[in-house]
Nanobody
Framework: QVQLVESGGGVVQAGGSLRLSCAAS????????MAWFRQAAGKEREFVAA????????YYGDSVKGRSTISRDNAKATAYLQMDMLKPEDTAVYYC????WGLGYTSQSLYDYWGQGTQVTVSS
């Protein structure tokens, strides 16, 4: 059974950094595109970042571009999201997602598996 488990969330002051991890229990992890989405209270889930299955293409949402870096370690079957210069508006539940043979899509519907999410709270 496929499982994605996020970790690394927490409370951080504005301007600080966090690194989120997504540990995947999934066969052939290297064939999956990995992505991060987030959902703030009362808002729709939005795209944050994606990494193609080849690892050669990355995409970022406008709200985090220049402040975040998505990466993966295929040997550990883990994806990461490094977030710097955090702002209060980054406060949300962050979800990782996996899509087989994905090219790094920004659309949620193109991902096959989802984690349960990890809370990130940025205080001002």
């Amino acid at each position: 059974q496929v499982q994605l488990v996020e970790s690394g969330g927490g409370v951080v002051q504005a301007g600080g950094s966090l690194r989120l991890s997504c540990a995947a229990s999934i066969a052939n992890f290297s064939t999956y595109s990995m992505a991060w989405f987030r959902q703030a209270a009362g808002k729709e889930r939005e795209f944050v970042a994606a990494l193609s299955w080849t690892g050669s293409n990355t995409y970022y949402g406008d709200s985090v571009k220049g402040r975040s870096t998505i990466s993966r370690d295929n040997a550990k079957a883990t994806a990461y999201l490094q977030m710097d210069m955090l702002k209060p508006e980054d406060t949300a539940v962050y979800y990782c997602a996996a899509g087989l043979w994905g090219l790094g899509y920004t659309s949620q519907s193109l991902y096959d598996y989802w984690g349960q999410g990890t809370q990130v709270t940025v205080s001002s």
